[in-house]
């Protein structure tokens, strides 16, 4: 509103008085509105906005305010208070993604059970007649999973 009080007086010349008065706004606040600087404070927060948009975007929204707010404080080496980052992304719109709860693990039945052949007799009499295995899996990647079968010859 105040720009095109200013753009209007620049190329076409009415008084600010009659364009204020159009707009229903005091002189004085156009004047002030004219000569107002930005803070440092504003312009330490419109950087940390950038910074807060940036990590957002590159944790594709999972962060809330204040695991941001642990993150970039650790980066800028800087102590800004949550309440900060709470007002900074509610401005700019950001809200953290909640993240499905992942599948408890249900414990197997007896059904999936081996019975127990060796019953703890380890001695072997020729090779290959006894051989013990176990089962492990590794997880890798974006959840990913592989088996690892070690077998050794009792």
């Known amino acids: 509103m105040y720009q095109a009080i200013q753009e209007l007086n620049k190329e076409k010349g009415h008084a600010i ?3 204020c008065a159009l707009a ?10 004219l000569k107002w600087k ?5 312009l330490e927060t419109r950087a940390l906005a950038k910074e807060v948009n940036l990590r957002y975007d590159k944790r594709k929204g999972i962060l809330g305010y204040r695991q941001m707010r642990t993150q970039l404080n650790r980066k800028l080496k800087k102590q800004y208070n949550k309440k900060r980052y709470y007002r900074i992304m509610c ?7 909640i993240r499905r ?3 408890s693990y249900v414990k197997a039945t007896e059904i999936h059970v081996a019975e127990n052949v060796m019953n703890r007799n380890f ?6 007649s006894k051989w013990c295995t176990d089962v492990t899996e590794l997880k890798y ?9 070690a077998i050794i010859d009792v």
């Open 17 to 19: 008085t009659k364009l």
């Open 24 to 33: 229903g706004v005091a002189r004085s606040a156009y004047y002030k509105w």
């Open 38 to 42: 930005t803070s440092c404070i504003e």
């Open 91 to 97: 401005a700019l719109g950001l809200k953290a993604v």
């Open 101 to 103: 709860k992942r599948a």
């Open 123 to 128: 001695d072997a009499n020729s090779p290959n």
């Open 141 to 149: 990647g974006n959840g990913r999973k592989a088996y690892l079968s």
